[in-house]
């Protein structure tokens, strides 16, 4: 038997081994926890919030809070198993210069406040998590990196599996935004396409490798439909396809909604939600005690 032929089996006897049953798969995606967006009823049209192993892309409107969510995220990825979070860390690469880290604070000590709140009705110890949960710990486990080109963009999420492989905590991956450097200086589309190919295939891999939950923030642009003008994601038709989820958030009237555009298990849906002092919360009309930012 030659050396071909010997890779060749075993790479045959590999596929085999890794082989699983859509049962397990099934079973596996219902136990696997998700990440609360602290909007209730988001959370309801997203299944019980992100999940994990797959690539989610959100898009908006400057201002409908699109950072707003990915912080919030970020830090309530933090929250302990017991609370029913994931317990682990965050990476924040932000292309625009848009992370605010007295922000990042504000929503940490709001996440806390909810906690004790709701240690006080659980009846668990909530001492010893408030050692842990400590505002000043939260902001430590959110990695951030500020990429300012493309090439950065793509040199950083291809160095992120070495990453993640010395830091196994990490359970979330936010690009804020995946699009700002893509919009400019591209003459060549065919090969922009192919770095946005190439970027989307090595995140899903990141998703799925490590159980972890890529969210990418995503802008809006322009597009000639049927004789108008109307708002679309930006990065074209092709780049729809690279994400197993996709959101849109817009304003219906003065409220914020959410829309689920696009998913391989969740129906089309809408949720209001609200940007407050405290972070990501169900609509005001809804919580008339929230207050608006």
């Not at 809070?65 to 990476?91: F, R, S």
């Not at 990196?145 to 990490?170: G, M, P």
């Not at 038709?237 to 849109?248: K, Q």
Request: net charge negative; charged share 20%.
């Amino acid at each position: 038997m030659g050396q071909q032929q010997v890779v060749v089996l075993l790479m045959f006897f590999s596929f085999c081994a890794g082989a699983q049953t859509a049962w397990d798969m099934l079973h596996e995606e219902e136990m696997f926890p998700r990440i609360t967006t602290s909007c209730m009823d988001l959370d309801n049209i997203l299944g019980g919030g992100i999940n994990c192993k797959e690539v989610t892309e959100i898009g908006g409107v400057p201002g409908i809070g699109k950072t707003q969510l990915g912080i919030q995220l970020a830090i309530n990825v933090q929250i302990p198993v017991d609370y029913g979070g994931l317990g682990g860390k965050a990476i924040y690469i932000d292309t625009e210069g848009s992370f605010m880290v007295e922000r990042a604070l504000q929503i940490a000590e709001a996440c806390i406040e909810d906690m004790s709140e709701c240690g006080g009705l659980l009846r668990k110890d909530f001492q010893a998590c408030q050692l842990k949960m400590h505002p000043n710990n939260i902001l430590e486990n959110i990695f951030y990196f500020r990429v300012c080109s493309y090439t950065e963009q793509i040199a950083l999420i291809n160095y992120l599996d070495k990453f993640i492989s010395e830091h196994k905590d990490v359970k979330i991956v936010i690009v804020d935004s995946v699009t700002f450097h893509f919009r400019q200086d591209f003459d060549d589309m065919a090969l922009r396409t192919r770095l946005l190919s190439g970027m989307a295939l090595k995140l899903m891999k990141l998703a799925k490798d490590f159980s972890l939950a890529v969210v990418l923030l995503n802008q809006v642009t322009n597009k000639y439909i049927d004789g108008s003008f109307q708002l679309t994601l930006a990065l074209g038709d092709s780049w729809s396809h690279s994400c197993t989820n996709r959101v849109i958030l817009y304003w219906n009237g003065n409220e914020r909604y959410a829309y689920i555009d696009k998913s391989p298990s969740l129906r089309s849906a809408s949720a209001p939600y609200s940007v407050t002092s405290k972070g990501i919360r169900n609509s005001a009309s809804n919580c008339k005690r929230i207050k608006m930012m």
